[in-house]
């Protein structure tokens, strides 16, 4: 199976920005959309965005017009630009199919902390 591997999480400032970055062991099959997802702690995981292989963008409205999905199907890479932040921000972030077909990869943290 497909597996991910997330990066670009960090420790930053309320008010910051991080870019994460999301790099599977193989190619995604031609059609799938992909998601970011994240989860706090204790709660469940959830989708906060989408984008589909033709570059439709379907958004959380708690992370709208903040966060900004992007993929390059060519180099099957996708990534979030993750902008104003806030502490509620604070999660583990995954990457994976829209629907979470795939197994789950370790995620990577976003701390929002002055």
């Known amino acids: 199976q497909v597996q991910f591997v997330e990066s670009g999480g960090g420790l930053v400032q309320p008010g910051g920005s991080l870019r994460l970055s999301c790099a599977p062991s193989g190619p995604i099959p031609a059609g799938y959309a992909m998601g970011w997802y994240r989860q706090a702690t204790g709660k469940q995981r959830e989708l906060v965005a989408r984008i589909s292989r033709g570059g439709r963008i379907e958004y959380d409205d708690s992370v709208k017009y903040r966060f900004t999905i992007s993929r390059d199907v060519a180099k099957n890479t996708f990534w979030m630009q993750i902008n104003r932040l806030k502490p509620d921000d604070t999660d583990i972030y995954f990457c994976?199919?829209?629907?979470?077909?795939?197994?789950w990869g370790q995620g990577t943290q976003v701390t929002v902390s002055s």
């Open positions: 994976n199919h829209h629907e979470g077909i795939f197994l």
